[in-house]
């Protein structure tokens, strides 16, 4: 089953309504694979016409929020680009002690391995760290996927290599029948995860030491970047950082931060 050019252009504009989300004129092709998943044979609808109907009819917001959830990428595992995390561990061993709190976000955390990360990261970088004021923010605008990181059990091939065994006995169980890791009560314990749409940005008691914004960007347009931008930049510490990934670069996009390296960027 086909997506016509006119529907494609319908999907991308409720995309854009209902999360905020900017799809590119190309990629027609990605849109009918992921939302092949409602439609067809035996599905919930006969047509991509059918679907579209439904969505804008709003009577279902769950499967509003199914079709968000379907046309973002989510591909990640723990200590992904771990020259991000080497850099979390230097600014702890270099500011944490002369902070009054700790304060980390992991926004579009996906199924929760960046969030973990961090923790782990702040774990072993601060042996006492229930003396300290440190907390990790997880957010997402897939309910699915903030249900999935809060339950904290992941699959072998998520580690990736990237945790040693004795890390891996400290923080996690294992579960030799189903191979999966689940994630301790001390490393939970750090993170709340909290749904959150960065276009409809919320107010916060305490500003941020260091903010993931790794792969989320490209979901936006050029105005809803410089915005989001803005927003981070006055949520930061002074001195604070945001992170992108290294694939990513602020190159052509209005903003105040001042670049360092590894697309890692500061406020001053």
């Known amino acids: 089953m086909k997506l016509s050019e006119e529907l494609f252009k319908k999907f991308t504009n409720l995309a854009r309504k209902l999360g905020g ?11 009918e694979s992921r939302l092949s998943r409602f439609v067809g044979e035996g599905k919930e609808f006969g047509s991509y016409e059918d679907l579209y109907s439904a969505l804008i009819s709003g009577r279902d917001k769950n499967l509003s929020i199914q079709f968000i959830q379907s046309l973002t990428t989510n591909y990640t595992f723990f200590f ?11 600014y702890l061993f270099k500011y944490a002690s002369s902070q009054s709190y700790l304060r980390f976000w992991s926004a579009g955390c996906s199924s929760g391995e960046e969030a973990y990360s961090i923790a782990l990261t702040c774990l072993k970088s601060i042996p006492d760290i229930d003396s300290y004021d440190c907390k990790i923010l997880a957010s997402d605008i897939s309910y699915d996927l ?15 290599g990237e945790i040693d065994d004795k890390d891996l006995r400290n923080f996690f169980i294992y579960d030799s ?20 749409n960065l ?10 030491d260091i903010i993931f914004l790794r792969n989320v960007l490209i979901y936006f347009d050029e105005k809803e970047k410089t915005d989001i931008l803005n927003n981070l930049y006055e949520l ?10 290294l694939s990513e670069s602020l190159v052509g ?16």
């Open 177 to 196: 029948l189903k191979k999966q890791f689940i994630v301790k009560e001390c490393v939970k314990n750090l993170i709340s995860f909290r749904y959150i």
């Open 146 to 160: 903030l249900k999935f990181a809060q339950n904290g059990i992941f699959h072998h091939t998520k580690i990736k």
């Open 236 to 245: 930061l510490k002074p001195g604070g950082y945001i992170i992108l990934g």
């Open 80 to 90: 992904r680009e771990p020259i991000h995390f080497k850099f979390v561990q230097y």
């Open 21 to 31: 989300i900017t799809i590119k004129d190309y990629k027609l092709y990605l849109v």
């Open 253 to 268: 996009i209005n903003h105040r931060f001042k670049t360092l390296k590894h697309s890692i960027y500061r406020k001053d």
């Open 199 to 208: 276009i409809d940005m919320p107010e916060f008691k305490k500003n941020f």
